[in-house]
T-cell receptor, first 115, second 112 residues
Framework: EPEVTQTPSHQVTQMGQEVILRCVPI?????FYWYRQILGQKVEFLVS????????KSEIFDDQFSVERPDGSNFTLKIRSTKLEDSAMYFC?????????????FGPGTRLTVL | SQQGEEDPQALSIQEGENATMNCSYK?????LQWYRQNSGRGLVHLILIRSNEREKHSGRLRVTLDTSKKSSSLLITASRAADTASYFC????????????FGAGTRLFVKA
């Protein structure tokens, strides 16, 4: 069964460094999402992406964050200058149609630790 | 602001019993979804119910949606130890684009 994959599974970085989290969505899906979950807290929406542009983003998704689909398969989340409070689990998701129609399929997540 | 909130926060039952989890939200929605998350793992989609639907079944799962009360419930029948996990409701609404908001979740523990 097709699934969303994410790399790396765990990333440790120093405060102020840039990180890029990678995702490979399900191949026939057109809508892509990033969420984060701080330890012990709820899953928070960051951004949705369709047709090579951001369709919606949350207040969390400030200028430090960016997303890109550099090729036909990868979907990346970049954090330019990481802060301690960026430490969280980051989940990528994809859906065949927009989220009003279809369920989103989630990847296993990347645990980001900022020291 | 729109928010999905589950109750109870935690639920402990014996294997074979039914588990009911509730979710409330504040604004109009396009759909509501339930997800399961095992500790430290990814989210597994369980059921999506659209705003014009009232009930949906999938195996041992039954989801209801009452848009007049802005609430939903997830019933797991004949629970198993393997059902032990956190369960989240998530609502999708149009706010210029579609956004999905998760609740804080219910931690379910099924004792063998």
């Amino acid at each position: 069964e097709p699934e969303v994959t994410q790399t790396p599974s765990h990333q440790v970085t120093q405060m102020g460094q840039e990180v890029i989290l990678r995702c490979v969505p399900i191949s026939n899906h057109l809508y892509f999402y990033w969420y984060r979950q701080i330890l012990g807290q709820k899953v928070e929406f960051l951004v949705s992406f369709y047709n090579n542009e951001i369709s919606e983003k949350s207040e969390i998704f400030d200028d430090q964050f960016s997303v890109e689909r550099p090729d036909g398969s990868n979907f990346t989340l970049k954090i330019r200058s990481t802060k301690l409070e960026d430490s969280a689990m980051y989940f990528c998701a994809s859906s065949e149609r927009d989220s009003s129609y279809n369920e989103q399929f989630f990847g296993p997540g990347t645990r980001l630790t900022v020291l | 602001s729109q928010q999905g909130e589950e109750d109870p926060q935690a639920l402990s039952i014996q294997e074979g019993e039914n588990a009911t989890m509730n979710c409330s939200y504040k604004t109009s929605i396009n759909n509501l979804q339930w997800y399961r998350q095992n500790s430290g793992r990814g989210l597994v989609h369980l059921i999506l119910i659209r705003s014009n639907e009232r009930e949906k079944h999938s195996g041992r799962l039954r989801v209801t949606l009452d848009t007049s009360k802005k609430s939903s419930s997830l019933l797991i029948t004949a629970s198993r130890a393997a059902d032990t996990a956190s369960y989240f409701c998530a609502t999708t609404s149009y706010t210029g684009g579609f956004k999905t908001i998760f609740g804080a979740g219910t931690r379910l523990f099924v004792k063998a």
